[in-house]
């Protein structure tokens, strides 16, 4: 569900100005409508401007000159219903292609599952049904033009579906 829409850059160090159109919080993560696909951010900071507006600086984002090229992008919320916390799997991420940092290219994301612990994205790993934690600790960088999760596993982590 579309929350708002970056309106402006704010400042010189890649800030965003979001216009929110319903109340959110925003803490962990945004995400983004890019090509008519959700794609994750992880938000390096985040301050209520006004009852409707944040500055929110994302990772990577580092010059104004970055950070227009995402200006008029819709904020995403997920549906929810009751006072459920949202999640990723509340997100459509099937089809973002998962490449880890040391091992390389792994597979797409076939879904994603909220377990009571964390979100898991399922994949495929030689010809075995992987499950890795949507965690901020894995998840290294994000290519949105590209579809891409670039990810730094922790090392043995594929051991487990030997």
């Not at 319903?22 to 794609?39: N, Y």
């Not at 099937?94 to 490449?99: I, N, Y």
């Not at 964390?118 to 949507?134: G, S």
Request: charged share 25%.
């Amino acid at each position: 569900m579309v929350a708002g829409t970056v309106a402006k850059t704010h400042g010189t160090k890649g800030e965003l100005k979001i216009v929110t159109d319903i109340k959110v919080k925003l803490t962990e993560w945004a995400f983004l409508e890019i090509r008519e696909k959700p794609v994750p951010f992880y938000i390096e900071q985040a301050q209520a401007a006004h009852h409707d507006e944040w500055l929110v600086k994302l990772q990577d984002i580092h010059s104004m000159e970055q950070a227009q090229t995402y200006v008029g992008y819709k904020l995403l919320v997920p549906k929810t219903k009751g006072k459920r916390k949202p999640s990723a799997s509340d997100f459509n991420l099937t089809g973002f292609k998962l490449v880890d940092i040391n091992l390389g290219d792994i597979g797409e994301i076939v879904a994603t599952e909220e377990l009571p612990q964390q979100t898991m994205l399922v994949t495929h790993y030689k010809e075995q049904q992987v499950m890795i934690p949507m965690v901020e600790a894995f998840i290294h960088d994000v290519d949105e033009e590209q579809e891409i999760i670039y990810l730094n596993l922790p090392e043995g982590f594929f051991e487990l579906y030997e």
